[in-house]
């Protein structure tokens, strides 16, 4: 298929005449079996990325079990379910915000199937590296028509969203005596937050990968409702981190998470910046607990926001499946 039209059939509006069933034919007879196998091929490679993320994602619970354990022996069962709750409402707000830049961008796409490309998608951060939850993006938006540049824009514009967003959001929430030093980073903000920026660096990359440039620029409309949603998905997250460790307070739990996942996405070769996302909690979490507590809640959001990946990838893939049919 390719980059452009929709999936499953010619464009909308499009006359198909008799010569371009007698091309698609004489193409068919020389090119149907290598079209096939190519087909076979890419099938295979999404089922080995799906299960190669689900073992690393499995091998991040398994080789913290004990710790886990003791974690969650201290929580109750709603609480537990509230945080998951807040951590699926979190990852569907990530999703619209990705949405709404892909559509900016000049891809609109439906919520069903751009939740199964995102969700699915995204299990590739629990793979050492930053690519892989871009690459299967890429491949699967194909499939919707969606052209390869553009997939890989929406999600290098998802980083500089989150962090603008996330640094912003402990910015005003960690109070200045102990995070004041989050101010060195309002200059940073602001040019993250600029499309004429944003789309120069994008311009940038594409000419020095030989690429075609976007059709569309990013405008300031579609950044601005992308950030929205990022700032309500941090307030969710929050939630999580408070349904986890009450004592925190609603309002630092929000902060506390949006600053140690904000130093996780700094991470790029550390699989969704584990280890470095729980360190930089303990720190942030140092004035209203111990050591140890502190990193059993931070071992237990994670494993939290894993069952959540997981949650709304499988929930996407059925709903998506059922549209299919």
């Known amino acids: 298929m390719s980059d452009s039209g929709t999936a499953g059939g010619p464009e909308v509006g499009r006359d198909v005449s008799v010569g371009d069933v007698e091309a698609e034919g004489v193409a068919g007879a020389g090119g149907g079996r290598s079209g096939r ?15 190669v993320a689900l073992g690393f994602g499995a091998y991040a619970v398994s080789s913290q079990w004990d710790a886990v354990v003791a974690g969650f022996a201290a929580l109750s069962w709603p609480m537990l379910a509230g945080s998951l709750v807040a951590v699926v409402a979190a990852l569907l707000g990530a999703m ?10 000049g891809s609109p796409l439906p919520l069903r199937p751009a939740a199964k490309v995102f969700f699915v998608g995204q ?19 194909r499939d919707l028509g969606v052209p390869r540049p553009r997939s890989a824009a929406a999600f290098f514009l998802m980083m500089p969203i989150q962090l603008a967003s996330g640094l912003l959001v402990a910015l005003g929430t960690l109070g200045w005596d102990r995070f004041g030093w989050l101010l060195l980073f309002v200059p940073v903000l602001l040019v993250l937050l600029e499309p004429k920026v944003i789309n120069g660096l994008i311009g940038f990359g594409l000419r020095k990968l030989k690429r075609e440039p976007l059709e569309r620029p990013l405008t ?50 550390v699989p969704a910046g584990a280890g470095v996302r729980e360190a930089a909690m303990v720190a942030v979490l140092a004035p209203v607990m111990d050591a140890g507590q502190a990193i059993a809640v931070a071992l237990c959001s994670r494993m939290v926001i894993i069952l959540g990946d997981l949650l709304c990838a499988g929930l996407a893939g059925i709903s998506a499946r059922r549209d299919s049919v």
Request: aromatic share 14%; charged share 10%; proline share 3%.
């Open 37 to 51: 196998k190519g087909a076979v091929v890419r099938r295979a490679v999404r089922i080995g990325f799906l299960f």
């Open 96 to 105: 619209l915000t990705w949405r709404t830049l892909l559509a900016d961008l």
């Open 123 to 141: 299990l590739g951060k629990y793979i050492p590296g930053a690519v892989w939850p871009m690459l299967a993006q890429m491949e699967m938006g």
């Open 220 to 269: 300031r409309r579609g950044m601005l409702t992308a950030l929205g949603w990022a700032l309500l998905g941090w307030g969710c997250y929050g939630v999580h981190l408070f349904f986890v460790a009450p004592e925190t307070g609603l309002l630092f739990a929000v902060g506390a998470f949006a600053l140690s996942w904000c130093l996780g996405i700094l991470t790029f070769v």
